[in-house]
């Protein structure tokens, strides 16, 4: 596979055709966020006033650019895209992203013009991302290519491929404004008239900056392609996939949203299973996942320890992680000597530890901080998930051992949940995970994204 | 049945047992707590000291009360419960609660005690709800027995039986800052030595402040009791339970809580089914199916219709029903006719019906209420699922047109949920949830929450 993803992830100039002065233009809303990205590399804007735009000189044609392009960024109707498309494959620039929409999706004429954009690509070598697309962004590279306002993307290790203009929009809209982690790459690809899934997977597979892919696919053009990437990639780093369409009603949704044909979808979970994918069946989980991914290690085994501040959420626990298959762990005989030390007399000790009757002694912060120690200690534990009590008497920040004891046990992942007062939920809850300890409401969700995370990484174990 | 619950939901005098004027401590907290709820009965306070406490003159013993009480609540260590118990049966008080752990979960001791303590009951008439309990609240009469700070509980149509004193303290506090439907009973029934589960129910069952019975429970005693009062009451109004232990590693978990025997889980759910008891497996469920029965109707079946700001959400949402066993609605020809006239021509028209082609030419809020609209109309349609993109060019007032449709198509579920920027979506949810429209994320609760619903509304029709 070619290098040319540098081009489109790590690009050292763009030009907009189709830029815009007008607010509220999408060729306009292309440079607001690409300036509130602080994008270091030269910006052409193309236009045919050729008047200045944003503190920009504008280009009445691509063939006006003076100097090298990597990146052309397409946001002109359909019918007005394949003569400045010929202009950069005169110009020998090596990346397209076509964002507008009005091809194959709308009508023949679409389809036909999509035809006419890939030959250009074949003949000139120019790779194409899109069309229909919401397009790019690569926080490394202070880029984005989407029309929608996000604002500055926060780093992080995260990379999404999205079959799907809303992922890269209004769900990572959602993740800048309601969660605390960052993203390397994202990828909307639109109607894949060139570059598809497997090459971008191949590519975020080698990429440094990438801890993990998530992916929300409708179909593959070419699956056995992909699958052979995706069995390769699953042996660096963790691949989680939510699969659009794999009931019937969402199947027949799918091929009027992306024209995917869905096909046998237990065919397609055995080809997940077998080249190490860990499918996921919610579009939260794509967030919940990355959570995880980013601000813990991945858990070393399926061996869970939790506490609570009742006998009723341990139960719901064991339950919980039970059916998900997932492992209540087993105290070691010296974990379960301390915690009766610490206990009252009377009290049953089992997993999840109830802290009822340690709390009132140690109080709430050193009797969580002592017990999590201990489990994350115990060569029988392999991940602790505390159930911590939100109230106006705890400060946010009386929660600091959980960084700390983070820190200290660096191959335990540690995911918090809390039941109590909403108010202080949300203030601990932006403290820890500004802080690494990424914290999950429901409950449930801690628990299922850890199942997820141990399949992630036995597949990196089966394919070493 | 007696009518003893009514000394225990709507007493018009309590004493309490063991009241203190110490800040901080049990039996203080409980009259902080009463007070903040602004119980509007008698209240005695009892305390060997006989000092005033919080303005309220306070008895040496349950004897030198002047008048008739109807419910007695002890916050007493428990080997000094015997004494004011027995002075209670003399003065005939109706009803008891007895907070205080220390008995049969304990020791032997305890397991001793709680059997006099039954015995002195069943000797004098008196009724019992505990040992070992958070205790009742009951908003109707402004009354709460609870230790823990909840402050003023909200009033509304959804009553819970917990069998675990988190219910009725922490997950009650979440529910009084985090969300937006109020509570009429809540009853935490402890070790359960009198009063158990059936009884409750079947007062719930018949109370007309109750519109639904929410339960979380880990074993009966007499558990066929149990199930035919259940297939009572479910007739009438909706039941639903998360039971805690269903998994082997839950149910050992359960049998040190409370120690209760879970039993065969398969026996269980088919007891469960058979009288029409609404089974949910997640702990928020019991939140989430709460919210959905307080803000807005029981779908009357379980045909939904949803719209989204993107063909993927769709997709989503249409994968998450099938697999839910929810149907996604056959649109009619006048539904799909006016559809035509306002989607863009090229638009294969489905359900969930894909925004993107409708918003750019009627604006956000005027096609979203239009569609809105449409599918409430049509008689194939039995719930309506909008997807809504959250965003600070909407401000929360402009969703009104929500709780407008709703009280004109007043039998038919709206559940709203959101994608884009956070603190919209927190403006637009707190609007709406309080003019009755439930707002749920992740998306997939909505629907979740639905299904349990349209399984109870089954259960009410099949009674019949």
Same mark, same amino acid.
Request: a positive charge; one cysteine or more.
């Given at each position: 596979?070619?290098?040319?993803?540098?081009?489109?992830?790590?690009?050292?100039?763009?030009?907009?055709? $189709?830029?815009?002065?007008?607010?509220?233009?999408?060729?306009?809303?292309?440079?607001?966020?690409?300036?509130?990205?602080?994008?270091?590399?030269?910006?052409?804007?193309?236009?045919?006033?050729?008047?200045?735009?944003?503190?920009?000189?504008?280009?009445?044609?691509?063939?006006?650019?003076?100097?090298?392009?990597?990146?052309?960024?397409?946001?002109?109707?359909?019918?007005?895209?394949?003569?400045?498309?010929?202009?950069?494959?005169?110009?020998?620039?090596?990346?397209?992203?076509?964002?507008?929409?009005?091809?194959?999706?709308?009508?023949?004429?679409?389809?036909?013009?999509?035809?006419?954009?890939?030959?250009?690509?074949?003949?000139?070598?120019?790779?194409?991302?899109?069309?229909?697309?919401?397009?790019?962004?690569?926080?490394?590279?202070?880029?984005?290519?989407?029309?929608?306002?996000? $604002?500055?993307?926060?780093?992080?290790?995260?990379?999404?491929?999205?079959?799907?203009?809303?992922?890269?929009?209004?769900?990572?809209?959602?993740?800048?404004?309601?969660?605390?982690?960052?993203?390397?790459?994202?990828?909307?690809?639109?109607?894949?008239?060139?570059?598809?899934?497997?090459?971008?997977?191949?590519?975020?597979?080698?990429?440094?900056?990438?801890?993990?892919?998530?992916?929300?696919?409708?179909?593959?053009?070419?699956?056995?392609?992909?699958?052979?990437?995706?069995?390769?990639?699953?042996?660096?780093?963790?691949?989680?996939?939510?699969?659009?369409?794999?009931?019937?009603?969402?199947?027949?949704?799918?091929?009027?949203?992306?024209?995917?044909?869905?096909?046998?979808?237990?065919?397609?979970?055995?080809?997940?299973?077998?080249? $190490?994918?860990?499918?996921?069946?919610?579009?939260?989980?794509?967030?919940?996942?990355?959570?995880?991914?980013?601000?813990?290690?991945?858990?070393?085994?399926?061996?869970?320890?939790?506490?609570?501040?009742?006998?009723?959420?341990?139960?719901?626990?064991?339950?919980?992680?039970?059916?998900? $298959?997932?492992?209540?762990?087993?105290?070691?005989?010296?974990?379960?000597?301390?915690?009766?030390?610490?206990?009252?007399?009377?009290?049953?000790?089992?997993?999840?530890?109830?802290?009822?009757?340690?709390?009132?002694?140690?109080?709430?912060?050193?009797?969580?901080?002592?017990?999590?120690?201990?489990?994350?200690?115990?060569?029988?534990?392999?991940?602790?998930?505390?159930?911590?009590?939100?109230?106006?008497?705890?400060?946010?920040?009386?929660?600091?051992?959980?960084?700390?004891?983070?820190?200290?046990?660096?191959?335990?992942?540690?995911?918090?949940?809390?039941?109590?007062?909403? *108010?202080?939920?949300? *203030?601990?809850?932006?403290?820890?995970?500004?802080?690494?300890?990424?914290?999950?409401?429901?409950?449930?969700?801690?628990?299922?994204?850890?199942?997820?995370?141990?399949?992630?990484?036995?597949?990196?174990?089966?394919?070493?």
């Amino acid at each position: 596979m070619s290098d040319v993803f540098k081009y489109f992830f790590e690009p050292e100039s763009v030009t907009i055709i $189709g830029a815009s002065k007008t607010p509220g233009k999408a060729g306009n809303e292309i440079l607001v966020n690409m300036l509130a990205n602080g994008y270091a590399g030269k910006i052409y804007p193309v236009n045919p006033t050729g008047e200045e735009i944003m503190g920009f000189p504008s280009y009445r044609s691509v063939k006006e650019i003076p100097e090298r392009v990597d990146l052309a960024v397409f946001i002109v109707p359909a019918e007005k895209t394949l003569e400045p498309l010929r202009e950069c494959a005169g110009k020998k620039i090596p990346a397209a992203v076509i964002l507008s929409a009005g091809y194959a999706e709308v009508d023949d004429q679409g389809k036909r013009l999509q035809e006419e954009i890939l030959a250009v690509a074949k003949t000139s070598g120019m790779r194409i991302i899109g069309p229909n697309t919401s397009g790019l962004s690569s926080t490394l590279a202070s880029l984005t290519t989407t029309l929608f306002p996000l $604002g500055k993307i926060r780093r992080g290790p995260i990379s999404y491929i999205a079959q799907t203009g809303n992922f890269a929009t209004h769900t990572m809209k959602w993740i800048m404004t309601a969660e605390n982690f960052g993203v390397a790459r994202v990828a909307g690809l639109g109607n894949k008239i060139d570059v598809e899934d497997a090459e971008v997977l191949d590519y975020l597979g080698r990429d440094p900056e990438t801890k993990a892919v998530l992916m929300y696919v409708e179909g593959f053009r070419q699956a056995r392609r992909f699958f052979e990437v995706a069995r390769e990639v699953t042996r660096k780093k963790p691949v989680i996939m939510l699969k659009g369409g794999r009931s019937k009603a969402g199947a027949e949704r799918a091929f009027s949203h992306t024209a995917s044909l869905a096909g046998d979808d237990r065919v397609f979970d055995a080809a997940c299973r077998q080249t $190490g994918i860990a499918r996921v069946t919610r579009y939260f989980d794509l967030i919940n996942v990355a959570k995880g991914i980013a601000l813990q290690p991945l858990p070393p085994g399926r061996r869970v320890s939790s506490l609570a501040p009742s006998g009723a959420l341990g139960v719901v626990v064991a339950d919980a992680c039970e059916t998900l $298959g997932l492992k209540m762990a087993n105290h070691s005989e010296a974990t379960l000597k301390r915690l009766r030390e610490i206990s009252a007399s009377w009290v049953a000790l089992s997993n999840p530890v109830d802290m009822s009757p340690i709390t009132p002694t140690l109080g709430p912060v050193r009797a969580y901080k002592e017990v999590i120690e201990l489990l994350l200690r115990d060569e029988g534990v392999d991940a602790v998930v505390p159930i911590l009590l939100a109230s106006p008497n705890i400060p946010a920040e009386q929660y600091a051992y959980l960084p700390e004891l983070s820190s200290k046990y660096p191959h335990k992942p540690i995911y918090a949940t809390f039941t109590g007062d909403k *108010q202080s939920f949300d *203030q601990a809850r932006a403290f820890l995970e500004q802080r690494s300890i990424p914290v999950f409401i429901p409950l449930e969700h801690a628990l299922e994204t850890l199942q997820v995370l141990c399949r992630c990484r036995e597949a990196l174990i089966r394919g070493r």
